[in-house]
């Protein structure tokens, strides 16, 4: 008995860790624009990196109710929630493009046009109408469209440009 529940635990740290290996890197990046920290140099962004392991730490904890669901999505929504409970801690500006939103903003921003979440998922994951996801996404787009040419979302130098317009 005990040999079965040992090779499950292998077997599932095995499916996280490669879990991991894919998506880690995207999540990461995604933590980053929440928490505002610079993305480069690399090991720069530590408030980024303690968000991530936490949520991947509690996807991680829930990894065998997942039943077939998606991981990604589950520690997406773990960054988002953390980030969100946290928010005040991340209002300290840190030079970037996004420092110009508030948390709330930065967050529904991040989630719309990074992460491609559709506005009623948005809004469901946030607890908030999506007329009110709708109009802070409007604020944030705005916020950044007035900080000048070439320095909006899918502008250059922001890294929050759509996966489906990114360059590999």
Sequence with gaps: ?????THRDRLRALEFEAFVAGAGGRLLHT???????????????????????????????DWDRLHGGDPYDRARRELVLRFAREA?????????VLDRLTPIERLVLVLRMYEEVGEEQTAALLGLPADRIRAVCARAVATL?????GRGVAGRGTGAAP?????P
């Design 1 to 5: 008995m005990a040999e079965r529940a």
């Design 31 to 61: 933590a980053t624009l929440l928490t505002g920290e610079p993305s480069q140099p690399p090991g720069t962004y530590d408030r980024a990196e303690a968000l991530l392991r936490a949520a991947l730490a509690r996807t991680y904890a």
């Design 88 to 96: 005040r801690r991340h209002q300290r500006p840190r030079g970037g």
């Design 145 to 149: 469209r007035a900080a000048g040419p």
């Design 163 to 167: 996966a489906s317009r990114r360059t």
